[in-house]
């Protein structure tokens, strides 16, 4: 499994904006601080408003803030936010049935290790 830019450049952000909770930071503080294009941070901080991680406001004073305390938005739900479900075996051919697959089993308990892992990782735990 490979995470996109999507999840590496999401989870800077809103690392960076946990960081200065429960203060607003503006988008272009940090698209700077974290050398992410703006305009790409903008499409990001989108998905993540959508999925209740972030609240934007708007006006002179404006920018985003965490939409939850950082102990209660874990790395797990960030990642399926900008990356969709986890998925970490897909078969590659129609003719394959998981009841006769020998190694499905391996992948099967490698994902939930995994989804286990990355949810039990908050944003607190990154910040301290």
Same mark, same amino acid.
């Given at each position: #499994? @490979?995470?996109s830019t999507k999840a590496e450049y999401g989870l800077r952000a809103i690392i960076n904006l946990?960081?200065? +909770?429960?203060?607003? $930071?503006?988008l272009s503080d940090v698209s700077g601080e974290e050398k992410i294009s703006f305009k +790409?941070?903008?499409r990001l901080m989108g998905y993540m408003r959508k999925k209740n991680l972030v609240v934007s406001q &708007? =006006?002179? #004073? =404006? =920018? +985003?803030?965490?939409? @939850?305390?950082p102990k209660k938005i874990n790395v797990g739900e960030i990642i399926e936010t900008l990356e969709g479900p986890l998925e970490f075996m897909k078969c590659e051919s129609s003719h394959c049935t998981s009841k006769?697959? @020998?190694? &499905? $089993?391996?992948?099967?308990?490698? =994902?939930?290790?995994? @989804? &286990?892992?990355? $949810?039990?990782?908050?944003?607190?735990?990154?910040? $301290?």
């Open positions: #499994m @490979r995470f946990a960081d200065a +909770y429960p203060e607003i $930071k503006s +790409y941070l903008e &708007k =006006g002179k #004073m =404006g =920018g +985003y803030v965490l939409a @939850r305390e006769n697959c @020998r190694s &499905k $089993k391996v992948w099967v308990a490698l =994902g939930i290790q995994i @989804r &286990k892992t990355l $949810k039990n990782i908050t944003l607190e735990d990154l910040i $301290k």
